[in-house]
């Protein structure tokens, strides 16, 4: 592990203090702990403290060290083990960490870094002319089904090309960070696979071979012609063609076969095949009223549950806006379930709060709401 010293004297300010929201958080997080207990919250208050600065300075380590009762040197044994902490100035609008573990790299990292290199600073930790940009390579983020990504913030960004990174680092460096939807950067939900499911998907399931034909598949084949009882053509007795008289004798008598399969397909413990569910009418009284498309359609993604492809096909049904989303009555939300052949997602994930919550405040009151951004 390389060292890790604090940054040079020049760049330490004065002096620190929790702004009055972060100090009132600060003081309820320390709470939580038990008497005699309260150093537990070391790293919280760093982390609070970097959110606040965009770095963690000397003094906001002895300012938490004072707050928590601790001697400066413990609380700096852990800014400087924890390479979550920033030691040093950062870019005021991005920092971006680039992960390098094995799967990022396989899958292009290098190339991320590239772009890094050109368009903030060719060595990491150092920020761009205007200081609004730094970066740095990490080990593993822990999204490797989508390599190559990086984090920013508390976001990460999946699933990238060198010719998107450069796309976000540009929005980010213009201030517009915040319209820039974190994860996957294709056509992918989450961890899904890319360009959409290959199983459990809407389309038909295959029909189970019946008994009957399984059975008469079987007497073509193999299958004596003199009658055989349900209970031994439902299952092979033995591979002993000594003591097995399908392995021995060749089929001569075809209805005996009928019969066979029609005994099999009578005897209970047999399933037959299970239709598939139709999807609900598309003039049903039940769908959901749609709108023409709006100038400016609401981002239907940051619905937890809704990705690219499902987003499409609301759009289909004129479902636009999270305002129609939040008014869906329990009617609405089956059909749009039978419709998506969702089995009762909409209702787990409730949509109808998320939309409500998006529809009254975006993101801000989403957070307030569920204590989490969107997605």
């Known amino acids: 592990m390389s060292v890790r010293r604090l940054a040079e004297d020049q760049f330490q300010p004065a002096a620190f203090a929790f702004n009055d ?3 009132a958080w600060a003081d309820k997080t320390i709470q939580k702990y038990p008497a005699g207990r309260q150093q537990s919250a070391v790293i919280p208050l760093l982390m609070r403290a970097q959110e606040q600065d965009g770095w963690v300075t000397r003094a906001a380590i002895e300012k938490v060290a ?3 009762d601790m001697a400066y040197i413990r609380v700096l044994e852990v800014a400087t083990f924890y390479t979550q902490f920033q030691l040093g100035p950062v870019g005021t609008r991005a920092h971006i960490q680039v992960c390098g573990t094995t799967p990022c790299m396989l899958r292009g990292s290098e190339g991320l870094m590239s772009v890094c290199k050109s368009k903030i600073h060719h060595h990491p930790f150092e920020r761009n002319a205007e200081g609004t940009l ?52 294709i056509d992918r939900h989450f961890s899904s696979p890319e360009g959409g499911p290959t199983s459990l998907t809407d389309e038909e399931p295959k029909k189970k071979a019946s008994a009957k034909k399984v059975v008469a598949d079987a007497a073509t084949a ?10 031994e053509a439902a299952r092979a007795k033995s591979t002993d063609a000594e003591t097995n008289a399908a392995l021995k004798t060749p089929v001569t008598a075809p209805k005996a076969a009928a019969k066979n399969a029609k005994a099999v397909e009578e005897q209970p413990g047999v399933a037959a095949p299970v239709p598939a569910t139709a999807k609900p009418s598309l003039t049903d009284k ?8 709006p100038a400016t359609p609401d981002d239907l993604k940051l619905i937890s549950g809704v990705g690219p492809k499902i987003e499409g096909t609301l759009h289909e049904l004129g479902i636009f806006t999270f305002a129609q989303v939040a008014g869906w009555k329990k009617a609405e939300r ?23 919550a998006l529809a009254k405040g975006g993101e801000a009151e989403y957070i307030k709401v569920f204590g989490k951004k969107p997605r």
Do not use: H
Request: charged share 25%; net charge negative; aromatic share 8%.
């Open 134 to 185: 730094s970066w740095e390579e990490v080990e593993c983020l822990g999204a490797c089904v989508n390599a190559p990504m990086v984090m920013i913030g508390k976001d990460t960004y999946e699933d990238l090309t060198p010719e998107r990174l450069a796309e976000i680092i540009d929005t980010f460096d213009a201030g517009n960070g915040a319209s820039v939807t974190p994860g996957p950067q």
């Open 334 to 356: 089956e059909w749009v379930d039978g419709y998506l052949n969702f089995k009762g997602r909409i209702d787990r994930d409730d949509w109808v709060k998320q939309a409500k």
């Open 222 to 231: 193999t299958v004596d012609a003199a009658p055989v009882p349900p209970s």
């Open 21 to 23: 929201e972060n100090a």
């Open 286 to 293: 039940n769908r959901p009223a749609g709108i023409e498309k």
């Open 66 to 68: 004072n707050m928590l």
